[in-house]
């Protein structure tokens, strides 16, 4: 358990739902769903795809290893809390501050132009440089950018990158090896995760509908959530994180949540709170049947149906390495929210529940908002078994 405060200070996030936080909370409170249908990434009927709208801002490094879409999403949503990173370089110094980022793509768009165009060419494209696609790029390219000479590495764990680079910058300040960390995920579409996942058979050629009877499957997604993290008090505390590695197969989840209620488990011990505190959780969710199955006799297990949930993915598709961190900020909005009516994510859905599973309690749309919201956990289960849990609580 670690006994050390941790606060994220700063919330940068582009994704469908929004190119920033005001207009993600906004397009959530309205219910406004903004995947667009695409055949760009695979072959096949169009599928609706959770894709990031509006001009990226240009890359200020000339290496062309830096020069990726990944990178430029990363630089998005660093720009939107740069002014907080800048200060506290100077409180605290380059070598105080470090930067982890999880991510799963990372430059592999550009390695698929580069060799698709060697393939038919013998010759790869002048701008290419393989270090684009390393999974560390994200990190190393934001640490160059603000100057950090801290700490400085990527994680990629699939979908619960982006969370447990939250939960390492958490240890890293406790372990004092630094005093900040820019931390979160970012991923881009590609057609390796589009056609990888169709492959599968685990996308929907509709809107996600988690938790139906008539669930299809996932939408992709591609997204960025970036936070300052530190000791100081400002914004949301980290209050508590939970993981777990069932190892129960290589893609399929443990029908018995074992790894999920473990991570969740731990979770609230380390947060020193009760099941009955939690007032909301954003579910992994991803619309898949044996995730779903998976994540709901987990929740039902610890919460009965007591506690308020929903999945976000329908807003913003399943943005896989940054999912962690995305869905993180979607919590983080909820408790920075300081209005008289706080703001819930409803859980998007064709209401048909699967008799199959145990019974959640779901946030709907047009319901009566709770009174207030103090702690929230966010929930991220990847390939492998590779489980966490986050809790947050407001400062």
């Known amino acids: 358990m670690i006994q050390d405060k941790c606060y994220l200070n700063a919330l940068g996030i582009l994704c469908a739902a929004g190119n920033n936080g005001d207009e993600v909370k906004r397009n959530l409170q309205t219910g406004n769903v903004n995947l667009t249908k695409s055949d760009r990434y695979h072959r096949g009927p169009a599928l609706p795809l959770g894709l990031i709208e509006g001009k990226l801002p240009e890359i200020p490094l000339t290496h062309k290893k830096w020069h990726s879409r990944n990178n430029?999403?990363?630089?998005?949503?660093l720009q939107q809390i740069r002014t907080q990173v800048d200060h506290a370089?100077?409180?605290?110094?380059?070598?105080?501050?470090?930067?982890?980022?999880g991510t799963s793509t990372s430059?592999?768009?550009?390695?698929?132009?580069?060799?698709?165009?060697w393939v038919t060419t013998d010759t790869l494209p002048e701008s290419y440089d393989y270090g684009l696609q390393e999974m560390g790029a994200p990190a190393q390219f934001i640490a160059e950018i603000i100057g950090a000479r801290g700490p400085v590495y990527g994680i990629s764990t699939a979908c619960s990158s982006g969370a447990k680079a939250l939960a390492t910058a958490r240890r890293l300040l406790s372990a004092g090896l630094c005093d900040a960390v820019i931390a979160g995920g970012v991923d881009t579409m590609c057609q390796l995760t589009v056609q990888g996942f169709s492959s599968l058979q685990a996308v929907s050629e509709d809107i996600c509908n988690p938790f139906s009877v008539n669930r299809k499957g996932i939408n992709i997604g591609e997204g960025a959530g970036l936070f300052l993290v530190s000791r100081q008090k400002i914004g949301v505390e980290l209050l508590g994180a939970g993981e777990s590695s069932d190892a129960h197969h290589i893609s399929a989840p443990d029908p018995a949540g074992k790894g999920a209620i473990q991570c969740m488990q731990k979770a609230l011990e380390d947060a020193q709170l009760d099941p009955t505190q939690v007032d909301y959780i954003n579910l992994h969710g991803t619309a898949t049947e044996l995730n779903d199955q998976m994540e709901s006799v987990a929740v039902n297990a610890i919460f009965s149906t007591n506690v308020l949930c929903s999945s976000t993915k329908p807003f913003t598709g399943h943005t896989l390495g940054a999912a962690g961190a995305v869905e993180a900020g979607i919590c983080w909005l909820m408790l920075a929210d300081e209005s008289t009516q706080p703001f819930m994510p409803a859980h998007l859905w064709d209401k048909q529940a699967d008799p199959e599973l145990p019974q959640l309690y779901f946030a709907e749309a047009n319901w009566q908002q709770p009174t207030s919201i103090n702690y929230v956990l966010s929930n991220s289960f990847a390939f492998g078994g590779n489980n966490i849990s986050l809790i947050l609580g407001r400062a």
């Open 72 to 77: 430029q999403c990363a630089y998005a949503a």
């Open 107 to 117: 430059g592999i768009a550009e390695s698929e132009q580069a060799i698709e165009q």
């Open 89 to 101: 370089i100077r409180q605290f110094g380059e070598h105080r501050v470090a930067v982890i980022i």
